[in-house]
């Protein structure tokens, strides 16, 4: 079993269903409205729920951030590439893919904070490297805001091939790199496309950054030449998700008006 732990983390595992719960750990010194919520929730869905000082929580999370909830639950099940090829519920036909790789990103905080933009922005899927990458830790899950329990997340051994296969099923690989060719809100990412990041301060291995179609930069005017990964990563993938966003809109009042039918004119008698 794995522990989450914090109110966000612990009601969006409960919401997203995926995860099967033991139990559930409260603390007895909180007593609030959305406390109750979550222990509401937590019987409605028959998990068992059991009150316990705010040290024993604290030992059970190994930290003292859990906000009063502790939950230990199955590990996460990660999927592999191939999984991610399969359509999703949440994805209607004909919408084009948007998928994140993240090429050795280490610090736990950056993963969740990118797994919760992504979450935002809409991607369809996530890939993450077995080694050189944060595991999909209580520190991740927490950092997320528990955003990581609504994503797809396949794990890779290698990620250059895991690119490869993702070309062969037409998808763009758009890596970001300080020394890109392209302004990031430049390049047209309405199509299938893989958005990939590095790693802390040295950016894309050399053999993924020559595995990209493209390369996009982020334009800076200050002194420093580049943006910390998850603030790099958040203002790609929401310029992303503008795009596709904006050239919806006349797709869809093309279609809506297709499908309107001509008004009769009345007749001077009806």
Request: hydrophobic share 45%.
């Amino acid at each position: 079993m794995e522990v989450l732990y914090g109110l966000h983390p612990v009601e969006e595992a409960l919401k997203a269903g995926r995860r099967r719960f033991d139990h559930v750990l409260v603390a007895q010194e909180r007593h609030d409205a959305r406390l109750e919520r979550l222990v509401a929730q937590c019987r409605e869905l028959g998990v068992r729920v059991r009150q316990e000082s705010r040290e024993q929580l604290t030992l059970a999370a190994q930290t003292i951030a859990h906000q009063g909830v502790v939950a230990f639950v199955r590990a996460q099940e990660l999927l592999t590439i191939e999984d991610l090829f399969e359509p999703d519920a949440a994805t209607k036909a004909g919408t084009a893919r948007l998928l994140l790789a993240l090429d050795g990103v280490e610090d736990p905080q950056n993963l969740g904070a990118l797994l919760r933009v992504a979450d935002g922005a809409g991607v369809d899927g996530i890939v993450l490297t077995e080694r050189r990458s944060a595991p999909l830790s209580p520190v991740a899950v927490k950092a997320s805001a528990g955003a990581s329990e609504h994503l797809r997340i396949a794990r890779v051994v290698n990620m250059v091939r895991a690119l490869e296969e993702l070309k062969r099923h037409n998808l763009w690989i758009i890596g970001l790199d300080e020394h890109g060719e392209t302004d990031y809100d430049r390049f047209d990412m309405t199509g299938d496309c893989v958005i990939v990041l590095g790693r802390e301060g040295a950016g894309l291995h050399e053999l993924v950054r020559r595995t990209c179609d493209h390369l996009l930069r982020i334009p800076m005017a200050g002194g420093v030449s580049s943006l910390n990964v998850s603030a790099a990563g958040a203002v790609v993938l929401y310029e992303a998700f503008r795009q596709r966003r904006n050239a919806a809109i006349p797709a869809a009042a093309a279609a809506s008006k297709q499908g309107k039918q001509p008004r009769k004119q009345k007749g001077l008698g009806s």
